[in-house]
């Protein structure tokens, strides 16, 4: 459900195919007019540089289904966090990710390859017929291989969006058990809520435990003074302190949802927040690098009165 455009990599077996060679595309990578996704599949250059990392691993995904010599490919970790819509904290990798059964190839410049057995029930078909690990696994499977926040931004995630509850997650953790980074997945598992509706929403409920704050109510209702009734990302003491976690793409999303300009978002949110400024005492904002550096969203809390109740603790990232 990407709302960026998806990229149809150029494939030389196509090409081969209607022309008899696929020299020309061997020769546009070489004059920088196209990008070498994986061996035998390219794009123009215009077309990668006007996407994300998660749509140039989408289209990574396909190249690689395209090669495969026979049956479906097992798409795990980033792969399948990218067609399952799963954010990613950090770089996304260059090449597919697939899983093989014990003895199976090894990875190489198009692919990394995993050997691991893996139970059918954690495996899912998806409508395009991409054969992915289920929602937990992969969100297990980047708790336990990338960074901490990730683990986090991951569980909150399913638990937000897809409705996951957490001891479904406990319980695949216990089911799994051992495995390489298996504490680390369960400590990002609790730690994750279920109220978190983007990876700065996640940040920034990890940052406040990681200053010793309080923890805030999140998606906490309000009436505003235009009688509307609207839902606020952070509150505490019962909606007196009220915050609002700001990126980008939060306008640049619901703008296009709408139909609107962002200039109208903007606009629209200005109205909401002049609603909702004279329910409460304090109202802040703070962005992903506030969060991510920690200090200056110390001190909004601070300025705001958000009961510190503990020690800080070391940033998680």
């Given at each position: 459900d990407r709302r960026m455009p998806r990229i149809?990599?150029?494939?030389?077996?196509?090409?081969?195919?209607?022309?008899?060679?696929?020299?020309?595309?061997?020769?546009?990578?070489?004059?920088g007019a196209l990008v070498r996704i994986r061996h035998g599949a390219y794009a123009t250059v215009?077309?990668?540089?006007?996407?994300?990392?998660?749509?140039?691993?989408?289209?990574?995904?396909?190249?690689?289904?395209?090669?495969?010599?026979?049956?479906?490919?097992?798409?795990?970790?980033?792969?399948?966090?990218?067609?399952?819509?799963?954010?990613?904290i950090g770089a996304w990798p260059s090449r597919a990710h697939?899983?093989?059964?014990?003895?199976?190839?090894?990875?190489?410049?198009?692919?990394?390859?995993?050997?691991?057995?893996?139970?059918?029930?954690?495996?899912?078909?998806?409508?395009?017929?991409?054969?992915?690990?289920?929602?937990?696994?992969t969100a297990i499977d980047l708790a336990a291989t990338r960074t901490?926040?990730?683990?986090?931004?991951?569980?909150?995630?399913?638990?937000?969006?897809?409705?996951?509850?957490?001891?479904?997650?406990?319980?695949?953790?216990?089911?799994?058990?051992?495995?390489?980074?298996?504490?680390?997945?369960?400590t990002a598992a609790r730690r994750s809520t279920a109220r978190s509706a983007t990876p700065a929403e996640s940040l920034a409920v990890t940052r406040i435990r990681d200053l010793g704050y309080a923890k805030p109510v999140q998606q906490f209702g309000v009436t505003g003074i235009d009688g509307n009734d609207y839902e606020v990302d952070l509150s505490w003491r019962g909606g007196r302190i009220l915050a609002e976690i700001d990126g980008r793409s939060k306008y640049e999303i619901a703008a296009a949802e709408r139909g609107v300009t962002v200039t109208d978002r903007l606009w629209a949110e200005k109205h909401r927040e002049d609603a909702i400024r004279p329910t409460c005492d304090r109202f802040f904002r703070a962005v992903w690098n506030d969060l991510w550096l920690g200090h200056v969203f110390d001190r909004a809390l601070t300025a705001a009165?958000?009961?510190?109740?503990?020690?800080?603790?070391?940033?998680?990232?």
């Open positions: 149809t990599p150029m494939l030389a077996s196509d090409r081969f195919a209607s022309t008899g060679s696929s020299h020309a595309l061997d020769a546009g990578a070489r004059r215009d077309e990668w540089g006007a996407v994300d990392p998660g749509t140039r691993m989408l289209a990574a995904i396909d190249a690689t289904r395209s090669a495969a010599r026979t049956g479906e490919p097992v798409f795990a970790y980033e792969s399948a966090a990218a067609k399952h819509g799963i954010p990613l697939v899983i093989t059964a014990h003895g199976g190839a090894t990875s190489n410049a198009s692919v990394i390859r995993t050997r691991r057995m893996t139970p059918r029930e954690s495996l899912v078909v998806l409508g395009d017929g991409a054969v992915v690990t289920s929602l937990i696994t901490p926040l990730g683990g986090i931004v991951a569980f909150d995630h399913l638990r937000f969006h897809h409705g996951v509850d957490i001891d479904e997650i406990m319980a695949e953790l216990r089911r799994r058990r051992p495995f390489p980074g298996v504490r680390q997945a369960e009165g958000v009961p510190r109740i503990a020690r800080r603790r070391a940033l998680t990232f």
